[in-house]
C-alpha cells in the first residue's frame, strides 16, 4: 500500500541512467502478472534507442516524456497467444488433459475466440492492464517513476495508420502484435509533490449493492 499511495505519474526526467539489473526486474513483474487460464497473450519491447523513442513520441501524439525518459516499454498485445496452438500448448503446460483442452475451446465463455476478433483484441489489451499494473509498482519499489502513455495511434484508435505501420515495422512486428500501450521509465528530474486525485471512498465502493456505503 505504501508503493501504491506514493506512486504517481511522472512526466519529468532526470538524465540519469536506470540499471540493466533493475529495468530486467520491472519487466519480469510484467511477465509474471496473472492472466486468462494463464494465456500471456502480451510481449515487452525495452526501447533504449534515442531515434526510437523519438519514433514512438510521434506515435504518442508528440508527447515529450516519451523521448525524455530514459526508457520506454512497449507494451505489446498479442493476439495469437489465443490461437489453437498456442493457447493449448500453455494449457498443457498447466498440466490440462488434451480433451479437457478440446471441451473448453468450444464453450464460448472460456474461448474468447469463438465470439469474434473484437472480443479478442478487447481481452488481449485487458491482460495487459495487469502487466502494466505489475511493472509500475515494481518500477515505484526502485524509485524508478513512470507513465502510462495510452495516447497513441494504433489499430484500435486508427489515429494515423501511417505512422503506427512505420513504427510496427520499426519494431519488427507482424499484424497480430498491436501496440497497446507504452511505460515511459526514468528518474524525476526534482522531487514532485503527492497530488493524489481521486473519487472519494464511498462514491465508488460499495457493500453488498450500489449506493450502500461500506461501514
Ligand atoms: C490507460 C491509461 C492511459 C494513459 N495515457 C496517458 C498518456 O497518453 N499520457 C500521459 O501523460 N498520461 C497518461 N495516463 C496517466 C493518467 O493521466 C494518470 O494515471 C491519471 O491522471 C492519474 O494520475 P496518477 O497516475 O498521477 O495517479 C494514462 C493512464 C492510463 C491508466
Known sequence: MEIIEKRQSIRKYAQKVIPNEVLKSILNAGRLAPSWMNVQSWKFILVREPETKELLSKLACGQPHVR?????????????????????????????????????MTMPG??????????????TIEQLTYAVSYMMLEAESHDIKSCIIG??????????????????SKLGLNAKEIIATMITLGYEAEPTPLNKQRKEFNEVIFSEKIGNPMD
Do not use: Q
Open 151 to 168: 495516447a497513441i495511434s494504433n489499430e484500435l484508435t486508427e489515429l494515423n495508420p501511417e505512422l503506427s505501420e512505420e513504427v510496427k
Open 110 to 123: 472460456y474461448y474468447p475466440p469463438l465470439l469474434g476478433e473484437n472480443t479478442v483484441k478487447l481481452r
Open 68 to 104: 525524455n525518459c530514459d526508457s520506454v516499454i512497449v507494451c505489446i498485445a498479442d493476439m495469437a497467444a489465443w490461437d489453437k496452438e498456442n493457447f493449448s500448448k500453455v494449457l498443457l503446460k498447466k498440466g490440462m488433459k488434451e480433451s479437457a483442452i478440446e471441451n473448453i
